[in-house]
């Protein structure tokens, strides 16, 4: 009896585990990539640990993502952290649950796993064609790819799309692919910067001195929104977890006051008048920077930063320089470009699918991964979708051809 064939496009996360998947389910599977390799992104993630989910229970886990899709959240239920964490671990690659429950590799990189991971898909009979970019889709589907070759056409019995979004361009997910879909009339949300560095207009002086520096256990508001954690200081603004989290706030503020102000509390664990307390009892002769940091503790960049905030030159008197450290005021004019963010927000938009994961538009064609309308911040929210909807598409997939999917046990969280 022959196989019935699957095309996957784009071998980033997405792409692979649908490929595992399928493969396993008895699906003969190709994996077609523009890049000269795989997993790329991945790889690059690899680079800060790769943070692959979080610990935290479940309600609190799916409230992270900002307007999470039914979709999404139902894909979440079907493989949840732990069943990510089994996979790795499958793979030779125990995981560990680090600083504020962020769950990472043994290794606290990519490679190794992405190795396994390969090895077993190449024992699962998966092909692997690098350097074809997906240039049209017909009905069939049939795909047609630009590869070192010229042009070549490929007919399956069904595909999966999962092209990732646009960040991080070099790596291989470019978003060429909402030009190709919206032709063939899919809707696709706006691709936007997520988890993307802000703008602020540093004097010269400041950005020169204190880029890449970070500001520690502090907390950022924007309206009713605070969150608490670290900003790196850049020389355009501030980027890192902290603001990573109001990505979708800060957006909104953008896109409908045409700017978004930000206020960092510098002292977040000391009620405003335990902080003029420790203000008044400094010795008169201090310089302000000296009280800053002898009474507060506050590193050189946060009273470099309390210069820097709207308002302009600072009080002396304790109860007015506390109220300015519990609610420095920063303007953000912008957001850092998408290519720069780590994720995108928009993408294929949910009501532009059928049932399950396939696009209404193309029969036969499905859609994973990053590549969907769905946003979510860092701290392992981004790669456990991406594997969770590929789960749910590639079962889809299998449902569709007939194909018998074992379906792990799902674990509880
Ligand atoms: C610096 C950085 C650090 C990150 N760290 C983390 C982290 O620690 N934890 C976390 O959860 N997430 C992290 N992420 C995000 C995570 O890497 C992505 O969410 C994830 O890779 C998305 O997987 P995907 O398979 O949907 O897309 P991608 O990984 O982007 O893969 C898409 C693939 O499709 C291919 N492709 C695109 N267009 C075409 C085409 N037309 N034809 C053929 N192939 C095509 C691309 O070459 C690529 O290989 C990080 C991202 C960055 C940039």
Known sequence: MTRPAVVVVGAGPAGLFAAERLAAAGAAVTVYDRMPSPARKLLLAGRGGLNLTHSEPRRAFLDRYPSLPPAVAEALDGFPPDALRAWAEGLGEPTFVGTSGRVFPRAFKASPLVRAWLARLTGLSVGLVMRHRLVGIAPGPLLRFDGPEGRVEVRCDAALLALGGASWPRMGSDGGWTTLLKGEGVAVAPLRPANMGVEIAWTADFAGRFAGQPLKAVTIALGDRIVRGEAMITAEGLEGGAIYTLSAAIREALATAGGARLVVDLKPDLPLDAVAARLAGARPKDSL?????????????????????????????????????????????????????ISTAGGVRFDALGKGFELAAMPGVFVAGEMLDWEAPTGGYLLQATFATAAAASACIAARLGLPMAGDPVPAW
């Open 289 to 341: 920077s000296a009280v800053l940091k002898k009474r507060l503790g506050l590193a050189p960049q946060a009273v470099a930063l309390l210069r820097e905030t709207e308002g302009g030159s600072l009080p002396r008197e304790p109860l007015a320089l506390a109220g300015r450290i519990k609610a420095a005021r920063l303007v953000v004019p912008g957001v850092r470009p998408l290519d720069r963010a």
